[in-house]
């Protein structure tokens, strides 16, 4: 009987760990996109208006002001501005003087985790972000549709 249970226990445990894969960013079980296949969708949408620089992660980016002080962590309590459009130019999000609801930087989208660090305090940087590295294949509500890659221009006001 003991060693029913811990069978049980073990293939439950396999379970809820392969489930709790299918959230990892990149993962690709739900017809997600990867990087490079949002890539010439954000390179259109930069056009000649906004000139990026491309990160490793396939995240694009425009440091308009670099700030000062204090670069972003992980553990970082973010006072931001920000807009952020859809590749069609439909603003789904915008904020003013927001501390994102307590959350930190750790908990945002990948295309945050990534591309914040690289301002500081009073910056302002474009972000254009992958599906893979926003919400990926699951979209985010009704706001942003499944597999969508993203713009945001983001004003970093404060960093906690």
Do not use: E
Request: charged share 10%; hydrophobic share 40%.
């Amino acid at each position: 009987m003991k060693k029913l249970i811990f069978a049980f226990v073990c293939f439950s445990g396999m379970g809820y760990f392969l489930a709790c894969g299918k959230t990892t960013p990149g993962y690709t079980a739900c017809g997600g996109n990867t990087p490079a296949q949002d890539s010439s969708a954000l390179l259109q949408y930069a056009d000649d208006s906004i000139h990026v620089t491309r990160d490793t992660s396939g995240l694009y980016f425009q440091i308009i002001d670099t700030g000062t002080g204090v670069s972003p962590m992980g553990s970082s309590m973010l006072t931001v501005s920000y807009v952020a459009r859809l590749m069609n130019n439909v603003i789904f999000d915008s904020t003013s003087n927001s501390m994102l609801g307590g959350f930190t930087l750790s908990q945002l989208i990948p295309g945050w985790q990534i591309g914040l660090p690289k301002i500081k305090k009073g910056g302002h940087i474009k972000l254009l972000i992958p599906s893979a590295l926003a919400w990926g294949c699951q979209g985010s509500s009704t706001t942003v549709p499944p597999n969508a890659p993203v713009y945001f221009d983001i004003h970093l006001i404060d960093v906690r």
